[in-house]
């Protein structure tokens, strides 16, 4: 993968071949976000720089649109039926179950 090396240049070259491909920019994006948990923000930042850049230069509008599924309001409920969903029923009030202060 160019970020782990550090491939920032070839990166930028990639950019552009991934949308002509039909990878689009909000995938291209969630690449770069996923690397921050692998290789930490400063090693990262510099592609997200480079992904915006591509992105200006080809005409795409930042921001791009927000991807979000929940609101302030529904994300705690939102979250505890993934985890239902994904791991059963004893995860229903699961979120109850910690320390107060957690």
């Not at 915006?52 to 080809?58: I, Y």
């Amino acid at each position: 993968m160019l970020l782990g090396c550090q491939g920032v240049d070839e990166f930028r070259c990639m950019v552009p071949a991934g949308l002509n491909f039909g990878v689009t920019p909000v995938e291209i994006k969630e690449i770069v976000y996923q690397a921050v948990a692998y290789l930490g923000i400063g090693r990262v930042f510099p592609f997200l720089k480079a992904a915006n850049e591509v992105f200006e230069a080809q005409g795409i509008t930042l921001p791009l649109d927000s991807q979000a599924t929940t609101t302030a309001e529904n994300r705690r409920e939102a979250g505890t039926q993934a985890q239902v969903d994904i791991f059963g029923e004893g995860m229903k009030d699961f979120w109850k179950s910690g320390p107060e202060e957690s």
